[in-house]
């Protein structure tokens, strides 16, 4: 029954009501004794009635009268059978939002994101979850403050062992009378995929929560809905999110965000309130006392002129390494908003000059891991995105997608495929396998193979029907030309280190990249070697790459910038000045990963709100899964992993987040930092004992102990190989590093402590790689590629016997048992698998093998570095692996650039 004005409740006088809801009736009040004005909400009687409810919410309503966050109502106590809380004045979010369609402006929505993030992290920390955060439970003053009301209600309602699942008792606003009218009230719509299915809650649920109130934000309509409860509910569990009713505006980062929080497997969701806060903090290029400021734009809301001038105000980024990334469209002509690490639009567009138009972000298909990093290539009209993606099955296939249509559809016929290229008419898509190159019709039909190759990292096809490809194969590497009907490829007279070629404009002249020793240029070549090869570009060391578009731009790296540059196809010359893409901020840009069509460019910037790698670099985190594959916890939060190694005892991991080395702590999580210099630090292993790192550095091998007061030493004069593993007497190191000369092969090299160089071990024309001594040190365990795939071996130390095959359908990445029982290895379709050799040493051959699980893992990295290792128990293992993929920022019109540069 409604409380009449002047009812005291203690010290507490009823004024007017606020509002009811299924978590009970909401009065404005005088505190009396305080002389302050409070909300009281007092319970329903179906919680009244009920002592035991009321024991656990005096409880629940304890801790959370704990909260103190400025974006948190406060709550200031019980007083009979009802909650005194703070009064906060102003709209509900809600209520907002019903008044600006279709959506919140950027610079409205954002800061009000912000603030919800905050307070979210804020309770996280303190163990309380919301649990029923939608926009009716947050308030927006006049001066901009948020308010998120309701904390942990959900939970202090429910019965003692609930976790509020679905149903009328347990959802707050759904009353018994709404639910008997089939009436949505909100809530359902907000739900986790978990908590609509009646399962635990954790933090997890209000991320899920909080990306669809930012959806809802952004597009001005609900996420899930539907004409019932029902059907609201199993939107929320079957519907995916319509990522193309966001604003054009919509920076990458942010559509990212919203991708990672509305993961309907928690395991894989964002799972920090501070990651998210983090990122929309870097989108508005704010950070401490700064964030005032920009929440005073909230009070605006509302205004005539609010919607235009949001609309005009680009927004800025804090200094972080370059990306290039997706902003909105002006609403002013031939105002372009570049969402990079600071705003460039006057460096592209000075003079005059017109500036491209950036049109939307690309995100990957629905559950794709490792999309972009194993290949990506749009159709030479431009109409087409073909990407190399696989699924959480560990199936990699090629995907397409209309740029006119929201959705991706796989290709038939393309199991394996990575590094995807084009036929110039755009009618069919090129991939490669592990042993074949085949095309296949982008309109559908049966994939056919063009040639068997290995090694292959890029091809080229033009209007002629004929591809060129770089292989990199021991005295066999070089660039080869090959007809697309099929034919055995033949090798082009070209000298030296070369690999990446591209047809010019016309198919009778293409570019390549040259290295010799230190020197790396894009070069330009007739077909029929009518003219020697002439430099075209010098291109930086660390990045020998370049991508060449349909219409004869080149875009490469120059100093660390994004640089395009128009040749001329029959002079094979630069023609006009290069035009920077970007801005030299932060860490410079180590690479990219684009494609191009006539007048497009579609590149994987990288663009997230965490530390160090490389823009492009995969995001993942380092995981530990018992032998069946089950996750029983995360080392770390999503970053840029490279390489990581447990210590001998298996209480640390030395990591390599950025260009330093870390340890992580396996029981606390806490980092410290080992190396602090100019350099970049890769390849770290421990030393037997736990009390040293070895590691290479500027091409030098060093050794530093753990003590925090010892200095590094060099062991190893550059250049020299990547050490990765040490033996357990102490004594030797296995490096690995490729021959030296025109050769590209990998070999293993075994180094004796104390000795000036390291010697060859397994060095062949083949690949080998991944080397672990046996605890015994009598064996060394590697792979090689002799077979035409990666396959385990184990080869005596003192070389006295052949290597002895233990793998079967291929493997990677050999890890000892401590006693030196067991071998484990990933295949190629991401099966750990476990070896018996507890007979090994007297019958020479392996025993049985044991398939322990499959589990996706990332991918890139697994191609450089192990992705996993093994605990000193041998039943668990920390693996890195991939975080949803980033999406592609699409730019149209960039020839725009170079339009008045000719």
Sequence with gaps: MPLPAGTRLGAYEILTPLGVGGMGEVYRATDTRLDRAVAIKVLPDLFARDPDRLARFDREAKTLAALNHPNIAQIYGLEAGALVMELVEGPTLQE?????????????????????????????????????????????RDDGTVKVLDFGLAKALSPEGTSAPPDVMNSPTLTNRATALGVILGTAAYMSPEQAKGKPVDRRTDVWAFGVVLYEMLTGRRLFDGEDISDTLAAVLTREPAWTDLPAS?????????????????????????????????????????RIASEASIATLGQPDSVATAQQRPFRRAARPLMLVMAGVAAVAGAVGWLLATSFAGTIAGGGTPAPTIVSSVLAPPDALSAFHRGFALSPDGRILVVSARSPTGVRALWKRDLAQPTFTRMAGTEDAVHPFWSADSRQVGFFTVDAMKRVPVEGGPAQTICQVTGVRRASWNRFDEILLSLGRGAQAGIFKVPAAGGVPEKLALDGNVFLPQWLPGGRSFVFVHVEQDVVQLRAAPLDSSRPPVKVLDLELRDPGALLSPSGIVFFNRAGVLTGQRLDVEALQPTGPAVAIGPAVGTPLAWFAATASADSLMLLSGDIAVTGGNPGDPISRLRWVNRQGQAIGDLSEPGRYWTHALSPDGMRAVVNPDKDLWVIDAT??????????????????????????????????????????????????????????????????????????????????????????PRPFVATEFHEWSPRFSPSGRWVAYVSDITGRPEVYLQPVDESGAAVRISSEGGEHPHWARDGRELVYITPTDEFVAVDLSRFEETRTPGGQQKLFRM???????????????????????????????????????????????
């Design 96 to 140: 907002l939002m019903a008044t600006a369609t279709p959506g919140l402006p950027l610079d409205q929505a954002l800061p009000i994101a912000r603030q919800i993030a905050d307070a979210l992290e804020c309770a996280h920390e303190a163990g309380i979850v919301h649990r029923d955060l939608k926009p009716a439970n947050i308030k927006v």
């Design 250 to 290: 919509t920076p990458p980062s942010i559509r990212r965000l919203l991708a990672r929080c509305l993961v309907r497997d928690r395991r894989a969701r964002l799972d920090s309130m501070a990651s998210a806060r983090f990122e929309i903090e870097e989108t508005l290029g704010i950070t401490g006392r700064s």
């Design 856 to 902: 996706v893992v990332n991918d890139l990295i697994r191609s450089n570095y192990s992705p996993f290792d093994v605990a000193p128990d041998g039943q668990r293992f920390l693996l890195n692996v991939p975080e949803p993929s980033e999406p592609l920022t699409f730019i149209q019109g960039i020839d725009a650039l170079f339009a008045t540069r000719r």
């Design 668 to 757: 606390t999580k806490m980092r410290t930092r080992i190396t602090a210099g100019p350099y970049t630090y890769s390849g770290a292993i421990w030393s037997p004992d736990g009390s040293r790192l070895m590691y290479r550095e500027q091409g030098g091998v060093w050794v530093r102990p753990l003590d925090g007061r010892t200095p590094a030493t060099q062991i190893l004069e550059p250049p020299t190989p990547f050490p990765v593993h040490w033996s357990s007497d102490g004594t030797s190191v296995l490096l690995t590093a490729r021959t030296a000369g025109t050769s590209s092969s990998v070999d293993i090299f075994l180094f004796k402590i104390g000795d000036t160089r």
